[in-house]
């Protein structure tokens, strides 16, 4: 999975540390990250890349994590030079990218630059929040106000039956690559009646049996992705498809799933589990 980047050392302790020359700088605009584009894969600039047309670099960097003590910061507006190696290209880029490391750095980034960028002011009395020296927070100096990095817990569930496994497909989908069931929890429901609810809503189904696999950050949703496994109550013919959300939900026995393997998502390492009859 695209977090999982082993033997390389990601630290997201907070620190109040001042960027350095070969510190790696991340700048994103909306749905846009700069990065070079390598053979290897991608690279981003490092502050002394930025530094001649930037003065404020420096002193405008937030500070963000270590992947084997290489710092990363995020920047605010930069000015790029024209015939910069660099350019912006869409996020997407780091689903497909070859290095691991490096695509995750990006998306955990993006990941919070968006928190940053949506929680400019208190939601309380509407002053501007700056940031805690201590800790990854932001801190309101009017009401006192505390304000921490969000994450949106969700589940994915691998329905089965016997030697079967359902698998979906989401309406608008461009790629028409088969998912599993998924959706976020609800204020006040736990994991499994999330689990439950989801298969009944998407897929008219009930299920019994759940057990739980693995989690996953998902930084392009800020989620936190929990997998689970259940067994369909009966033999999961009855399917009523919510058509609002859903194209298509289909049984297939394990040695016929059209799926092939990637490192990057939970939903594709279950589905290749149950295939290779790990599950």
Request: negative net charge; contains cysteine; glycine residues 8%.
């Amino acid at each position: 999975m695209i977090h999982e980047i082993a033997p390389h050392c990601f630290d997201n302790q907070y620190g109040n540390k001042l960027p350095e020359p070969e510190s790696f700088a991340l700048y994103y605009q909306n749905n846009l990250s700069l990065v070079k584009k390598t053979s290897q894969g991608i690279e981003f600039p490092r502050f002394k890349d930025l530094e001649k047309s930037n003065e404020e670099l420096y002193k405008n960097a937030t500070y963000l994590f270590s992947i084997d003590g290489q710092c990363y910061y995020l920047v605010g507006e930069i000015n790029l030079e024209k015939r910069s190696s660099f350019s912006l290209e869409k996020i997407e880029i780091f689903r497909h990218s070859t290095c691991q490391m490096e695509a995750y750095a990006g998306i955990t980034g993006y990941q919070l630059y968006n928190w940053y960028r949506t929680n400019k002011y208190c939601g309380c009395c509407g002053e501007m929040l700056v940031k805690d020296v201590k800790e990854r927070m932001l801190r309101c100096n009017q009401c006192e106000n505390m304000v921490f990095p969000r994450l949106n817990p969700a589940v994915i569930v691998g329905v089965t039956h016997k030697n079967r496994i359902l698998l979906s497909r989401y309406n608008g989908q461009v790629s028409g690559t088969y998912a599993l069931v998924a959706g976020f929890i609800e204020v006040g429901e736990s994991l499994e009646e999330g689990v439950k609810r989801e298969v009944l809503e998407e897929v008219g189904l009930h299920v019994t049996n759940i057990r739980y696999y693995k989690s996953q950050p998902w930084p392009f949703t800020s989620s936190l992705l929990m997998g689970f496994y259940c067994d369909v109550v009966g033999g999961g013919e009855d399917i009523v498809l919510d058509t609002e959300e859903l194209c298509l939900a289909q049984w297939f026995e394990r040695e016929e799933i059209p799926v092939k393997p990637n490192t990057i998502s939970l939903t594709n390492e279950m589905i290749i589990a149950f295939k290779n009859g790990k599950v």
